[in-house]
């Protein structure tokens, strides 16, 4: 299965909008869009690596460890972001309805799938 294939899987699941794999300087490697500006695409890759970096000094300071999963609840949508390997990032763009345990799930079973595909 392609990273394509396994982001289009993610929106399939309803709400779902975009699904992204950007690098850890926020360049875009692949994307899959459905209902969402794609021209936010690029600043929200570089944002969401920039965002999951903030969110790993602060468990290096507090002695937390790495992040495993980060999410970011807007008033229309949210933002998953999970690390996939040590420099890739999954990005989820979701509608304020969707499922998020649903997404969260989906992510973890595809985690394994995608960090190959990359």
């Known amino acids: 299965m392609s ?63 790495a992040v495993t999963h980060s999410v970011i609840e807007y008033v229309d949508n949210v933002i998953a972001m999970e690390p996939v390997s040590e420099d890739k990032i999954l990005v989820i763009i979701a509608t304020k309805g969707a499922n998020l345990g649903r997404i969260r799930y989906e992510v973890r079973k595809q985690k394994k799938a995608l960090g190959a595909a990359i």
């Open 3 to 65: 990273a394509e294939d396994i982001l289009n899987e993610f929106i399939k699941l309803g709400g779902v909008v975009a699904g992204l794999i950007v690098d850890a300087q926020g360049k875009i490697l692949n994307s899959v869009v459905e209902n969402f500006s794609s021209s936010d695409l690029n600043d929200i890759g570089l944002l969401a690596s920039k965002g999951l970096k903030s969110a790993e000094i602060m468990g290096q300071q507090l002695s937390k460890g």
